[in-house]
Nanobody, 123 residues
Framework: DVQLVESGGGSVQGGGSLVLSCAVSGDEYDTACAGWFRQAPGKEREGVAAIDSAGLITYANSVKGRFTISKDKNTLTLEMTSLTYDDSGVYYC????????????????????WGQGTQVTVS
């Protein structure tokens, strides 16, 4: 079974930084691709960044140059800088079985396992 547990959310002023972590447990194939998604009130869940077991990374255009995703064996990390109000929301860690051919995709429906989420509030 795959288990994902996020931590590191909180409140920060605009322009500030936060680091989110996700403890990942499960078979290597079952977590071949892992990513961060977020959902603001009244909005659909959207992809932020994803990384696969080959080290390929995809970022949403809105966070390129500001966010950095990384993964070691058991921890998925999202370093967020220059935060704005629009970055507020619940951030979810997610994983899927197997890799895509090419860069990972930020498609919500393609990820099978999800954490409980952590709140990020930028004021």
């Amino acid at each position: 079974d795959v288990q994902l547990v996020e931590s590191g959310g909180g409140s920060v002023q605009g322009g500030g930084s936060l680091v989110l972590s996700c403890a990942v447990s499960g078979d290597e194939y079952d977590t071949a691709c892992a990513g961060w998604f977020r959902q603001a009130p009244g909005k659909e869940r959207e992809g932020v960044a994803a990384i696969d077991s080959a080290g390929l990374i995809t970022y949403a255009n809105s966070v390129k140059g500001r966010f950095t995703i990384s993964k070691d064996k058991n921890t998925l990390t999202l370093e967020m800088t220059s935060l704005t109000y629009d970055d507020s929301g619940v951030y979810y860690c997610a994983a899927r079985r197997g890799r895509w051919y090419g860069a990972p995709r930020l498609v919500v429906e393609s990820y099978s396992d999800w954490g409980q989420g952590t709140q990020v509030t930028v004021s």
